[in-house]
């Protein structure tokens, strides 16, 4: 990785996951103020020093430049889509802002914060606390403006410059493509760098009105999003492909330290889902409570009914029915197999079969929310609160689908489950009633162990993820996706394992959201060696 690239990418990366093996810091000490505008994104680290000795590994090499071109987290995020445009612009700014994390840390730093003010134009400004009447790392010079009378430097316009209201010319560079200009000022304690004059100017706005950004929440790093702008921009959606959730305005967080683990913390309004159950998964790889009801169906089909890599959604056959017994003379049989179904004439060659009856029958039943068990073999259990009554419509749907891809099936009572065997007692699926939720399985014997599960009083979703299961999946992963090559991305192998190689100490990982008797929300995820 190109030194003079760390500054920029890393800071969006330590947002995702700071799983460091620092020593412990001292409490951070916070100004009370940023001067950063408003924006969809706000960061703020409010003591460098501490974060500086939180950083090592992969992140450290990252923020400094020194981040081998070979690291499979990086190489695979340079491959796509987004890493290669910002690559792109990065190398065109470069030449203007030779800094990384090393330059900010010689700069003696206090605090430092970021703002995002534009995702496609890559509009940024960020303001960096110094005692340091002088840089150690000079700024170039170019154009001195002047705004509210304090003075300030355009090196080269930005993107966000374009039209009236900007520096206009330079907006681009001569293949019309750069977006991250150069404007910078020194006021007082604060050096402020910007990839636009718009964004510096709204940075001092910030700080000669004395209306800056007030930390959000306590932490190494805390930060703000404004949810409902982010959606909107398809710049952000591009890279961030996860469906948007029921939240909305805007949303604090904070990485803090708790002893060895490291816990992000996250505040926001305006989730109106009820809580879900909890239950003990034991010593499963994967447990949790998911209230997103409507992902319930791709899990049940994918991961218990119909485990394949990619289950189609016309999965059966259209048949037509062979030729009658008696002849008639408008009916060809010339090439006609009897071992060969016939197609349904003028009909497409697949259908839903007994999917459209699952999909109706889900819509009269919706899942205000649904458990799921992964053990350490692979075998996976879904438990939904569906009533009681709805049982024997549940197990007439599994033996649908069985029937489907195995032709006969019949349903037998098993350890207090009923299961649907083909063949010669080949289960093939499995529900089992444990107090309110009914469990679907691969078969009886997963469900003997399924836990009883109690209302929650206000835990929303929770989740737990042993880290050392999904490490030793790594070599499986290799296989199936075959090696590392310059012009493919393996999700597994390259995103999933690279992060993981990022974070070697971290052996589980848990998630979970509470609503507040205000009707927010609070989320913390816990990274634990």
């Not at 802002?97 to 960020?126: C, F, K, M, N, Y």
């Amino acid at each position: 990785m190109n030194a003079r690239h760390g500054l920029h990418v890393v800071l969006a990366l330590v947002i995702a996951v700071l799983a460091v093996a620092g020593p412990e810091v001292a409490p951070a000490r916070a100004a009370e103020s940023w001067p950063l505008p408003d924006a969809p994104l706000r960061l703020v680290i409010p003591d460098v020093g501490a974060f500086d000795a939180a950083l090592g590994g992969s992140f450290r090499a990252a923020l400094t430049g020194t981040l081998p071109e070979s690291d499979p987290a990086y190489a695979a995020w340079r491959q796509t889509q987004v890493g290669a445009k910002l690559i792109a612009q990065w190398q065109k700014l470069e030449g203007d802002l030779p800094w990384t994390w090393s330059q900010v840390v010689a700069l003696e730093a206090r605090s430092l914060g970021l703002a995002l003010l534009d995702v496609g134009h890559l509009e940024t400004v960020v303001a960096i606390s110094t005692p340091l009447a002088a840089l150690p790392s000079p700024l170039a010079k170019g154009q001195a403006r002047n705004h509210a009378g304090v003075g300030y430097q355009v090196v080269a316009a930005g993107a966000g410059d374009a039209g009236p209201a900007g520096a206009g010319e330079g907006a681009t560079d001569e293949d019309g493509e750069r977006r991250m200009g150069l404007a910078w000022a020194r006021v007082g304690e604060w050096v402020l760098i910007a990839t636009s004059e718009r964004a510096l100017v709204a940075a001092l706005d910030a700080q000669t009105s004395g209306h800056g950004f007030g930390l959000p929440l306590a932490g190494l790093v805390s930060m703000e999003l404004d949810l409902d702008r982010l959606r909107k921009d398809r710049y952000f959606k591009r890279e961030f492909l996860f469906a948007a959730g029921p939240e909305t305005g805007r949303m604090r967080a904070a990485l803090r330290r708790d002893g060895e683990r490291v816990v992000e913390v996250r505040e926001g309004a305006n989730d109106p889902r009820k809580p879900g159950y909890d239950f003990d998964g034991g010593g499963a790889a994967l447990a949790g409570w998911e209230a997103d009801g409507g992902a319930l169906w791709q899990a049940l089909r994918s991961g218990i009914l119909e485990p394949v890599p990619d289950p189609a959604e016309r999965p059966r056959v259209s048949l037509g029915l062979l030729p009658a017994a008696t002849l008639d003379k408008n009916d060809d049989r010339y090439l006609v197999s009897f071992v060969k179904p016939l197609a349904k004439p003028g009909a497409p060659p697949t259908d839903e079969g007994e999917l459209a009856q699952w999909r109706a029958w889900l819509d009269e039943n919706p899942a205000a929310g649904w458990a799921y068990v992964v053990d350490r073999d692979g075998t996976r259990r879904i438990g939904v609160p569906w009533p009681a009554a709805r049982d024997e419509e549940l197990i007439a749907l599994c033996r649908a689908t069985a029937s489907r891809r195995a032709g006969r099936v019949e349903v037998a009572s098993v350890d207090g489950a009923r299961e649907v065997r083909a063949g010669a007692d080949l289960p093939m699926v499995a529900i089992r009633r444990v107090g309110d939720l009914v469990w679907i399985g691969p078969s009886a014997k997963a469900l003997v162990a399924a836990p009883a599960a109690v209302r929650s009083a206000d835990r929303v979703r929770w989740a737990r993820l042993d880290l050392g299961v999904v490490r030793g999946q790594i070599p499986r992963w290799e296989r199936a996706e075959g090696p590392a090559a310059p012009e493919q991305v393996r999700a597994l192998s390259d995103r999933i394992a690279g992060m993981l190689g990022w974070i070697p100490r971290v052996g589980s990982a848990s998630v979970e959201r509470r609503i507040t008797a205000s009707g927010g929300w609070t989320e913390t995820v816990t990274l634990t060696p």
